[in-house]
């Protein structure tokens, strides 16, 4: 079945370090959707990326899809406490029943102050 | 406006009690999903319904689960003679997703905590 892989599933850094989470799928994605969840919260959307090679920036935090649509990553510059949470990217798949949404098992950013 | 609301935000059932989730999107929006969230995973797809047409329910983990949106607004998740393993928070998340198709974000609502014992 369709599968969406996300790593680390954990990282832990520094205030002010930098993060990086990868999302990989073994298939071509048509877009890709990020969001986060903060502990206890419901998941919010950050981002959608559609284009081959597409980077979109969101002040300190840029979203990226590979030339092959194949997978995503989304960087944090100098990282924040308020960065804290689970980092999920999530695929949109359509198929001949209308449309859902496969989500990564999420990356979970801790920030020591 | 209102965000998307869901109800009870906790619920404690004995295992083979039947349960009701209730989900109030955000008014307009078109599309509807519901998901499962185990603890330290990602949400997984259950349903989803355009209007009052539920045009996927492929991730409904067996017929004991049942979702329904009869006058395309308010949704409900029924969960029949609940098993142990249905412990998970439900999100439900509205779209507004005009066009057959159309790619929206999703705007989450707060998740129902269901804990069977």
């Known amino acids: 079945g369709q599968q969406v892989m996300q790593i680390p599933q954990y990282q832990h850094v520094q205030e002010g370090e930098d993060f990086t989470t990868y999302c990989n799928s073994s298939?071509?994605?048509?877009?890709i959707q990020w969001y986060k969840q903060r502990p206890g919260g419901h998941p919010v959307f950050l981002i959608q990326?559609?284009?081959?090679?597409e980077v979109k920036k969101q002040k300190r935090l840029t979203f990226q899809f590979g030339e092959a649509k194949k997978n995503s990553s989304l960087h944090i510059t100098a990282t924040q406490t308020t960065d804290v949470g689970t980092y999920f990217c999530a695929e949109v798949h359509r198929d001949n029943y209308g449309q859902n949404f496969v989500f990564g098992p999420g990356t979970r950013l801790s920030v020591l102050p | 406006g209102a965000g998307v609301s869901q109800s009870p935000r906790y619920k404690v059932a004995k295992r083979g009690q039947d349960v009701a989730l209730r989900c109030d999107p955000i008014s307009g929006h078109v599309s509807l999903f519901w998901y499962q969230q185990a603890l330290g995973q990602g949400p997984e797809f259950l349903t989803y319904?355009?209007?009052?047409?539920?045009?996927?329910k492929s991730g409904l983990p067996s017929d004991r689960f049942f979702a329904e949106r009869p006058e395309g607004s308010v949704s409900t998740l029924k969960i029949q003679r609940t098993q142990q393993e249905d412990s998970a928070v439900y999100l439900c998340?509205?779209?507004?997703?005009?066009?057959?198709?159309?790619?929206?974000?999703?705007?989450f609502g707060p998740g129902t905590r269901l804990t069977v014992l």
């Open positions: 998340a509205s779209s507004l997703g005009r066009v057959a198709g159309d790619l929206n974000e999703q705007f």
């Open positions: 319904f355009q209007n009052e047409a539920q045009l996927d």
């Open positions: 990326l559609v284009k081959s090679g």
């Open positions: 298939t071509t994605l048509s877009n």
